[in-house]
């Protein structure tokens, strides 16, 4: 089965090291541009509290949650450790054409 | 008319605060553009390093001559400032590396937040969760169990607190269920049950300490030991409880809007190193990433959308202490704070 992919965003609407909150389907995701412009998606919402991730601060692969710092790794998803347990969902991204393409599948 | 209102987490304030979407709430949150809160958010080990640097420097200074005159009234000062840095310093330290904003690297967060855990007698892993509920449910009755002044405000339990001997009672009391494994009803509230096993080998490791220096005490035939570990908890609590009691007392209790919750009082370089900038308590609350160290220059950002700060700590407790005076009688009265913007209700 081929994976069918969703634009998200121009690559530019997300500065390195950052994250960008983008809704699809009724449901709310997180993509996020490394320093060395890479992408990644993830759910949107921690799985902690349910905050927004977007808000949060991207540095060195992982994101840490506004709410109450709660960190994943956004590359695996892993959570890093309390108040962070449950690990985050991911989605294949990519980028072609300067826009960050999602794999929601 | 007066009504008492119920702070316990498993009462009926605090389901109906649930009842009414006062749980787990959507709170107000100044504007400010995304790349200012980046810059603002962003991690260094320097400011950090170099305070605690000064803090166990201090320790040790204040220390070793605390020792080197035990016996005489030299003694006294230097017991005085070791206990502030210890029983006092903690908090802030225990706060800033409990919210992992102090270090860049987590390890020097993880390792502070430990050290000052202890000195300041907080369980770390208890009051990492009660410290994620405080800022999920801020002052919402029945539902933050970080609230210090109750309604009606107790007299003798705020002055017997600054010398942590409420606070600290009840945590050695709850050192000896939770060192048998088990948890109050009350953190079962806020606490996975996953945690369950940290928070009894921690009591275990604290009771072993408590004891060593008991034990320590009677073969030495002197208090020396205590002084130096343990009781400055104690004798050293008053200035973190007079910092403290800035923050939210006598302010809104169940509103959404940190502003009208909590204080940011301007202090002196010397207060603030103790307190590590915790004294920008609005803009502590509403963006907890950003660091103490850029607090500052976070509430130069958002302060056309806050109440007008406090000058000072005299300017706070004139408003606190009548505030918390009135409440003995009238345990509706709070103090409210104008917003430049409206709160949303
Ligand atoms: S909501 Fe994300 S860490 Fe709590």
């Given at each position: 089965m081929t994976a069918t992919w969703v634009?998200?965003?121009?690559?530019?609407?997300?500065?390195?090291?950052?994250?960008?909150?983008?809704?699809?389907?009724?449901?709310?995701?997180?993509?996020?541009?490394?320093?060395?412009?890479?992408?990644?998606?993830?759910?949107?919402?921690?799985?902690?509290?349910?905050?927004?991730?977007?808000?949060?601060l991207v540095m060195d692969g992982i994101i840490e949650c506004p709410k109450h710092n709660g960190r994943f790794d956004f590359r695996t998803g892993k959570a890093m450790g309390a108040p962070a347990c449950i690990d985050l969902k991911t989605y294949p991204a990519k980028v072609e054409n300067g826009r960050i393409l999602v794999s929601l599948d | 008319m007066s009504t008492r209102r119920d702070y316990s987490l498993v009462g009926l304030d605090g389901e109906r605060a649930q009842r009414n979407g006062l749980a787990g709430a959507q709170w107000y949150a100044c504007q400010a553009p995304r790349r200012t809160l980046k810059e603002l958010m962003q991690r260094t080990d320097g400011p950090a390093i170099r305070d605690t640097l000064l803090w166990f420097g201090?320790?040790?200074?204040?220390?070793?001559?605390?020792?080197?005159?035990?016996?005489?009234?030299?003694?006294?000062?230097?017991?005085?400032?070791?206990?502030?840095?210890?029983?006092?310093?903690?908090d802030s330290r225990w706060h800033e590396c409990g919210h992992g904003t102090a270090f860049k690297t987590h390890w020097m967060n993880q390792a502070v937040y430990q050290i000052a855990c202890f000195m300041i007698l907080r369980e770390p892993t208890v009051w990492r969760w009660s410290h994620a509920r405080h800022h999920t449910d801020t002052l919402v009755v029945g539902r933050d169990p970080e609230i210090n002044v109750q309604r009606p405000?107790?007299?003798?339990?705020?002055?017997?607190?600054?010398?942590?001997?409420?606070?600290?009672a009840e945590t050695i009391g709850k050192l000896f269920v939770h060192?048998?494994?088990?948890?109050t009803a009350e953190e079962v509230t806020f606490i996975p049950e996953t945690e369950g096993w940290k928070i009894a080998i921690v009591a275990r490791v604290y009771l072993a300490i408590f004891t060593g220096v008991i034990a320590w005490c009677?073969?030495?035939?002197?208090?020396?030991?205590?002084?130096?570990?343990?009781?400055?908890?104690?004798?050293?609590?008053?200035?973190?409880?007079?910092?403290?009691?800035t923050q939210h007392a006598g302010l809104a209790e169940d509103v959404l809007d940190h502003r009208l919750n909590s204080r940011t009082v301007y202090m002196n370089p010397m207060f603030r190193f103790v307190y590590w900038n915790m004294n920008y308590h609005v803009e502590h609350h509403m963006f907890p990433l950003v660091p103490y160290h850029a607090l500052p220059k976070l509430h130069e950002a958002i302060k056309a959308d806050c109440p007008p700060p406090y000058r000072g700590c005299l300017e706070a407790y004139r408003e606190v202490l009548p505030a918390l005076a009135r409440q003995i009688r009238d345990p509706n009265h709070f103090i409210r704070r104008p917003t430049p913007t409206a709160t949303p209700t």
């Open positions: 634009d998200a965003c121009d690559v530019n609407d997300v500065d390195p090291e950052d994250v960008r909150r983008f809704d699809h389907g009724g449901r709310t995701y997180a993509v996020y541009r490394t320093a060395e412009d890479e992408v990644f998606a993830t759910d949107g919402l921690c799985t902690h509290e349910k905050t927004h991730l977007a808000g949060g | 201090l320790l040790g200074l204040s220390r070793t001559l605390g020792c080197l005159t035990w016996g005489t009234w030299l003694a006294v000062p230097c017991f005085l400032v070791y206990g502030v840095l210890y029983g006092s310093a903690s405000p107790s007299v003798f339990k705020l002055l017997v607190n600054f010398f942590a001997l409420k606070s600290g060192a048998v494994g088990r948890v009677i073969w030495a035939g002197s208090i020396l030991p205590a002084m130096l570990i343990g009781l400055p908890t104690f004798y050293g609590a008053f200035l973190a409880v007079f910092f403290s009691l």
